[in-house]
């Protein structure tokens, strides 16, 4: 059973910054896409970004130009590095490999909580 651990989260003021990183217990080289998810109080869980191997990565529309996602095969992990934090990013934030909208193809990890607030 893959395991995924997100990391990184943390309390941080409006336009500030983090990086996330989640880590995955098997090779994520053989997975075509993998993505960063969001699920904040009250609401559904939403595809923020995602990342293919040579292909322009895809971001939502709320998160683009202030969020990158990258991957690292070598090291089985992938990151969302977060800038201009906005209170509306606040959510706990998993990673997952994309297998299409609204399907996934690993068991969701605990995620990582970034709450944006001054």
């Known amino acids: 059973q893959v395991q995924l651990v997100e990391s990184g989260g943390g309390l941080v003021q409006p336009g500030g910054s983090l990086r996330l990183s989640c880590a995955a217990s098997?090779?994520?080289?053989?997975?075509?896409?993998m993505g960063w998810y969001r699920q904040a109080p009250g609401r559904q869980r939403e595809l923020v970004a995602r990342?293919?191997?040579?292909?322009?990565?895809v971001y939502t529309d709320s998160v683009k130009g202030r969020f990158t996602i990258s991957r690292d095969n070598a090291k089985n992990t992938v990151y969302l590095q977060m800038n201009s934090l906005k209170p509306e990013d606040t959510a706990v934030y998993y990673c997952?490999?994309?297998?299409?909208?609204?399907?996934?193809?690993?068991?969701w990890g605990q995620g990582t909580q970034v709450t944006v607030s001054a």
């Open positions: 997952n490999a994309y297998l299409g909208p609204e399907s996934t193809l690993w068991p």
């Open positions: 990342i293919a191997g040579t292909t322009v990565p």
């Open positions: 098997r090779t994520t080289s053989t997975i075509p896409i």
